[in-house]
Structure formats: C-alpha cells, structure tokens
C-alpha cells in the first residue's frame, strides 16, 4: 500500500524578513504576488514546479508548466508524476526530458491522461533518475471565460508516483498564472477566428499573425482583406 507524504512549498517570495527572522508569510500574501516558481525537498529528492517564461497569460492564450524531480543516490525510479492545475487550464501537449539506455538525456515528445478537471498525468514504466532528474513539460490552453485580472492558483500542486517508495505529494505550491488582457494582436486575430477567417491570418511562408501584425501592421491588414472571399461572406458563392 503506497504512502503519501504532504509537504510545504517554498516558494519565492515565501519567507519575509522580521527583525532578522525568516517568518512565513500569509496564503493571501503569497497569492496576491503570483509566484512563478515554487520547490519542495522530500528526502533524496528536490521537486520543483514553474511557469516557464512569463506567468501572465490572456484567455485563450498557451501557458507551460515544468516540473523537476532531482535524486541523489538512488535506484528508484519515477512512475507517475501528475500536476494538480486550475480547471481554467485544459492540457494540449506534454514534452519530456529523461535518461534513455543508450541515448542518454534527451527531449521527446509524450502523451499525458487527464485524471480530473484538475489533474494531468505524465506516465512511465519507469525513469531512472539516479543522481540525475526527469522533468515534464505541460503546455495548457486557457479558456476564453477566464477573467482577466483574476489569479489562477487553486489548486496548485503535484504528485510524484516512485517504483517502490512512498508518493510524494505537495498540495498547495502557490504557482500561479495571472490573467491579463488580450493586446491588440490577440484580438484581432480572436476575432477572425471567430469569424471562420482564421486561415486569412496566417502568411505564406508559414509566420503567425502575430509576428505579421508587429512588423507591418498595414500590410496585415491588406493582406487579410485581400484574402476575404467577400461572396462567400454575403452568401453569394
């Protein structure tokens, strides 16, 4: 039977400093400062989770999470490790850097299992991470409805399943994405989207609509209008 071990996160911004003395600070206080990155020890073993770049994302935008499990001296292995997100979060794709007999660490692409609304999984017959480390990388649509300003952060943790020790679990790691506005690129191309003229939005060689609109927002412009099957919108063909 597995045991579960619930352990405190330290996040960046999880001590402040009294007359000399590390306190910790309030759950409101560490909210209101949208931590990025957070970490927990567990024996051997360093686990870490972030947002990678920057953590402020608009509805309907992508944000990644990447979580670290560092071991010392080891043989056990990493069965299972599972990220516990805000429901406003929906997976699309998992990378994943591990040791592989005979090619050593690298990048591959993985599949993950949606456990809940709130829990994503990265599954293995088993990593080695002996004085080494496997790390998961989570990439997540926001939904439309988030409201901007609002913090993303509940919940906020993970679960690291081992091959025969017991599980690691930290509840509540205070990582968290703030919802921002949509600029004026994301608009635009929202809308055509919406629209059914998201193919318009795209260029010929393959470049996003954003990095269009940022060098030539003119020529963007034209580009789109150029593109628009004016009958087909009337109803007309």
């Given at each position: 039977m597995s045991v579960t071990r619930r352990l405190a996160a330290v996040g960046a911004a999880a001590a402040l400093s009294v007359t000399g003395l590390a306190v910790a600070a309030?759950?409101?206080a560490q909210a209101a400062t949208c931590e990025a990155a957070a970490s927990v020890k567990d024996g051997t073993y360093n686990i870490s989770k972030r947002i990678l770049g920057n953590n402020e994302v608009a509805p309907g935008g992508e944000v990644t999470t990447e979580i670290t499990v560092k071991a010392g001296a080891t043989f056990e292995t990493v069965k299972q490790i599972v990220d516990y997100h805000p429901a406003e979060l929906e997976?699309?794709?998992?990378?994943?850097?591990?040791?592989?007999?005979?090619?050593?660490?690298?990048?591959?692409?993985?599949a993950f299992s949606v456990l809940s609304p709130?829990?994503?999984?990265?599954?293995?017959?088993?990593?080695?991470?002996?004085?080494?480390?496997v790390t998961v990388r989570i990439t997540y649509k926001?939904?439309?409805?988030?409201?901007?300003?609002?913090?993303?952060?509940?919940?906020?943790?993970?679960?690291?399943?081992?091959?025969i020790t017991s599980?690691?679990?930290?509840?509540?790691?205070?990582v968290c994405v703030k919802i921002r506005e949509?600029?004026?690129?994301?608009?635009?191309t929202g809308?055509?989207?919406?629209?059914?003229?998201g193919s318009a939005t795209g260029s010929a060689d393959g470049g996003s609509a954003g990095s269009q609109i940022s060098s030539d927002p003119s020529g963007f412009v034209a580009d789109v209008i150029n593109q628009?099957?004016?009958?087909?919108?009337?109803?007309?063909?």
């Open positions: 309030p759950a409101t997976p699309v794709s998992v990378r994943t850097e591990a040791y592989f007999a005979g090619g050593g660490h690298k990048w591959v692409d993985d709130t829990a994503t999984a990265v599954n293995s017959s088993g990593w080695t991470v002996a004085l080494g480390h926001v939904s439309e409805d988030a409201e901007p300003g609002s913090l993303l952060n509940d919940p906020s943790g993970l679960k690291v399943v081992y091959g599980d690691t679990v930290a509840d509540d790691m205070g949509k600029n004026v690129v994301e608009n635009v809308s055509l989207d919406g629209m059914g003229l628009l099957d004016l009958g087909q919108m009337l109803g007309l063909s």
